[in-house]
Nanobody
């Protein structure tokens, strides 16, 4: 059993920065990719960023150049550094990790960008 706990969400103004963190505990060995999805009200959950154990990254077009995903393989943590936040970035952000037996999700953390 794996537990993922996110932290770092909150209310910020347009143009601000925010850093999300996610820590995995439990039987988190043999982890493959980790990353972040988000879901805005009335919209489908979408991939924001992912990172492999080899630190290869992938980003949604909407966040390229503004968001940076990173991970610590030894600690099974993944972070999302967000800059130049926009109102359209408002969503619940979910971290995930992939293992051979499947994908695990965090409970989500709210990010609200509003003036």
């Amino acid at each position: 059993q794996v537990q993922l706990v996110e932290s770092g969400g909150g209310l910020v103004q347009p143009g601000d920065s925010l850093r999300l963190s996610c820590a995995a505990s439990g039987s988190a060995f043999s982890v493959y990719a980790m990353g972040w999805y988000r879901q805005a009200p009335g919209k489908q959950r979408e991939l924001v960023a992912s990172i492999t154990t080899g630190h290869n990254t992938n980003y949604a077009d909407s966040v390229k150049g503004r968001f940076t995903v990173s991970r610590d393989n030894a600690k099974n943590t993944v972070n999302l550094q967000m800059h130049s936040l926009k109102p359209e970035d408002t969503a619940v952000y979910y971290c995930y990790l992939d293992r051979p037996i499947g994908r695990s999700w965090g409970q989500g953390t709210q990010v609200t960008v509003s003036s």
